[in-house]
């Protein structure tokens, strides 16, 4: 099974930005859906974004559409999260998820990155 470990989060401005990474380790990839998954104090998780593994197409939700962009460094085996123009709702521990299927309950969970924007 595949090990997640998020990285990037930090302390921002509104209007400042992030760029947050997931890296797998113990296993590729593969043909795997990566997401992220915000979750702010008392709220369930919430998608925000998407992509397929090795295919390389992009979702979002219509929250970040325009602010966000998902990209990849295959040799890396690293995702990213590119946070820009981020707004004091963003504020959420930030957990990668990845596997065939993605959401609660499935697939592989990293340890959450901390992002928090002040107003």
């Known amino acids: 099974q595949v090990q997640l470990e998020e990285s990037g989060g930090g302390l921002v401005q509104t209007g400042g930005s992030l760029r947050l990474s997931c890296t797998a380790s113990?296993?590729?990839?593969?043909?795997?859906?990566i997401g992220w998954f915000p979750q702010a104090p008392g709220k369930e998780r919430e998608f925000v974004a998407a992509?397929?593994?090795?295919?390389?197409?992009?979702y979002y939700a219509d929250s970040v559409k325009g602010r966000f962009t998902f990209s990849r460094d295959n040799d890396k085996n690293t995702v990213y999260l590119q946070m820009n123009n981020l707004k004091p709702e963003d504020t959420a521990v930030y957990y990668c998820?990845?596997?065939?299927?993605?959401?609660?309950?499935?697939?592989?969970w990293g340890q959450g990155t901390q992002v928090t924007v002040s107003s």
């Open positions: 998820n990845a596997g065939e299927q993605i959401g609660n309950g499935l697939g592989s």
């Open positions: 113990g296993h590729t990839f593969g043909n795997y859906v």
């Open positions: 992509m397929t593994w090795p295919g390389g197409a992009a």
